[in-house]
C-alpha cells in the first residue's frame, strides 16, 4: 500500500501541534486507541522534532508524518527522526524537489489553479489544500478539481465535524485535515482521555460518511 492509499484508508488526518514534548506519547496512545493509527505533528513548535522522534520509536504502527515543513532542513530533520511523509503549507519548489530526491513522500499546499500546476510540473498530483475554509471551502474545491482531474487532494484548515461531510463527498479528496480532537489545550490541561473520546467520533463520523457515500 502507497501512502497515498494509506491517507485514504484512513480518511483523517489529526494536526497536531504540541507545546511540549511530554505530550507526545500520551498523544500517540490516545489516538491509537481511538481508532487513528495517523498524526501530522507540525513544526509550530520546538517541541516537533523531538516528538516525532519519540513517537516513531515507541509507536512504530502510528501513521506519522511532519507538517508546517518550510525548509529543506526542516524536512531532513523530519525525515532523519522518522516522519513517513511531509506536508508543507504551500509548494516550495526546493523543498518539493528536495524531498523527491530523498524518495520521501510530500504533500505541497495549493489554494490556486496557478499553484496546483506548479505542483504537477514537479511531479506531485496528491496536494493538500490550504487553508481550505478561508480559501473558499468545498465548493471551491470542486471547482478546482474539475479542470485537474488526475489531482488528488487533502483538504486543511478550518474543517470539523459540522463541515467535513462537504469535502469527503469530493471523488478527488483523499482524506481531510483536522485538528478539532487534538487542541493544545486539551494536551496543556492532560485531558487525553477527551482525546481519545473525540479520535473515535471523529473516526466514527468518516467511517459514517463514506458507508453513506458508497
Known sequence: MNMTERVRQIGIIPVVSLPKLEHALPLAESLLEGGLPCAEITFRTAAAAEAIENIARHFPELFLGAGTVLTTEQAQRALDCGAQFIVSPGTNPTTVEFCLAK?????????????????????????????????????????????????????????DTKNIAQYLALPQVVA????????????????????????????????????RKD
Not at 105 to 111: D, R, S
Not at 119 to 143: I, R, T, W
Not at 199 to 209: D, F, G, I, Q
Open 103 to 159: 524518495g520521501a513522500t510530500i504533500f505541497p499546499g495549493v489554494c490556486t489553479p496557478t499553484e496546483v500546476e506548479m505542483a504537477l510540473s514537479k511531479g506531485v498530483d496528491v496536494l493538500k489544500f490550504f487553508p481550505a475554509e478561508p480559501a473558499g471551502g468545498a465548493n471551491f474545491l470542486k471547482a478546482i478539481c474539475a479542470p485537474y482531474r488526475q489531482v488528488q487532494f487533502i483538504p486543511t484548515g478550518g474543517i
Open 176 to 211: 481531510c485535515g483536522g485538528s478539532w480532537m487534538v487542541k493544545p489545550e486539551l494536551f496543556e490541561a492532560g485531558d487525553f482521555v477527551t482525546v481519545k473520546r473525540l479520535t473515535a467520533e471523529a473516526v466514527a463520523l468518516v467511517r459514517e460518511l463514506r458507508q
